[in-house]
């Protein structure tokens, strides 16, 4: 998926922001304003912050504060997909099994229509085995109609604390949300309704065979 090009922004806060957009998951944490000097070559992290502050204005990467350190690209918009157009975007990974960050990316992946629904949809990569009783399995690519909000007893992509991404059933109760794995070998997860936010809903699933 091309980059956002926001006419608000500088040549060179563009130049920034598609530099994180094709690099950001080589790092291997969200990156400092220090790494990120010595990775373009800039001297002065002062600038670099005052470029940073325009992409946070312009929704293109989350705030920076002393709880949350390290640049992090919001998720990228979601372009209508064309009912003869089979590509999706590939978001990157999900955890089914302990929480890891789901990455945007560029690339793209090819999803037969009925395997995706006609609002805007991605695919992410599953890592882990805390869905294999609901046939969910390591390596598997699910697709995921983007959404906030959920129906008790979906699959959700739920992101904790507004860090990790983590692929579960849902089961949302009066002042607390149960995030249940479908393996008989762990237990259900229980946060705070504002720990929790909604990114989509399973719609479908593809698997390789080697």
Not at 9 to 21: D, P
Not at 73 to 79: G, S, Y
Not at 82 to 109: F, K, S, V
């Amino acid at each position: 998926m091309p980059p956002v090009t926001d006419h608000r922004l500088t040549r060179r806060q563009q130049e920034i922001y598609e530099y994180l957009l094709d690099n950001l998951h080589e790092f291997p944490h969200p990156p400092t304003l220090d790494e990120l000097c010595t990775a373009l070559g800039l001297s002065s992290r002062g600038s670099l912050h005052k470029q940073l502050q325009a992409l946070v204005e312009a929704g293109l990467i989350e705030p920076m504060n002393n709880k949350r350190r390290g640049v992090r690209l919001t998720r990228p918009p979601i372009q209508e997909i064309d009912p003869d157009e089979n590509e999706l975007p590939l978001y990157g990974r999900i955890a089914a099994g302990q929480p890891i960050e789901a990455i945007a990316g560029n690339e793209t992946i090819t999803v037969p229509p009925p395997l995706r629904t006609e609002n805007p949809c991605y695919v992410l990569e599953v890592k882990g085995d805390s869905m294999i009783e609901e046939g969910i399995l390591d390596g598997d690519w699910v697709v995921i109609e983007q959404r906030d909000h959920a129906r008790n007893g979906e699959i959700v992509v739920a992101l904790v604390d507004g860090e990790e991404a983590t692929l579960k059933r849902i089961e949302q109760k009066a002042g607390k949300v149960v995030l249940h794995p479908a393996n008989s070998s762990l237990q259900p997860m229980s946060y705070r309704p504002e720990q929790v936010r909604i990114q989509g809903v399973l719609v479908g699933q593809m698997r390789r065979y080697h």
